[in-house]
């Protein structure tokens, strides 16, 4: 006998999550992206211990505001962590070897304390940026409950 019609549905599986972090498949353009943004971090580095150096109090918010740009950027280009931290790498790289100084004994920074606040606010820009949460993606509904 014939059952009218009617068939009987396999039950639906749920939609595959993509994989992410460590998981996720190998990616060259993303990596290129961390490349990229470890050199403009390094670039944001160098720029930064000049314009501190020479105009510390505003010199010294104007290269952290770039460096937190910067940072805050690749973690929402990239939308992983590491997409903050990639930038905080190169810029503190570029700062360390500007630290070591040139063998006549004179290094880039103006002072102790334009350096210690300059390295200090820089660390933890990258911390912040890295450890924000993610933004929420807008809704594809009207905003309006119910409907």
Avoid at 29 to 58: K, S
Avoid at 69 to 75: N, Y
């Amino acid at each position: 006998m014939s059952d009218g019609g009617s068939k009987q549905r396999a039950p639906r599986s749920p939609a595959p999550v993509p994989a992410t972090g460590l998981a996720a498949p190998f990616n060259p353009a993303r990596i290129g992206g961390y490349a990229g943004l470890a050199v403009l971090g390094a670039l944001v580095g160098i720029a930064g211990t000049l314009v501190q150096a020479a105009w510390f109090p505003g010199g010294l918010l104007l290269a952290l505001l770039a460096a937190a740009g910067l940072f805050h950027g690749g973690r929402l280009v990239l939308g992983t962590q590491l997409g903050a931290l990639a930038p905080a790498g190169g810029w503190l790289i570029s700062i360390v070897v500007l630290l070591g100084g040139r063998p006549e004994g004179d290094y880039v920074f103006g002072d102790e304390l334009g350096l210690t606040l300059f390295l200090l606010g820089g660390m933890a820009v990258a911390v912040i940026c890295a450890t924000m949460s993610r933004v929420p993606l807008p809704g594809t509904g009207s905003g309006r409950s119910g409907k």
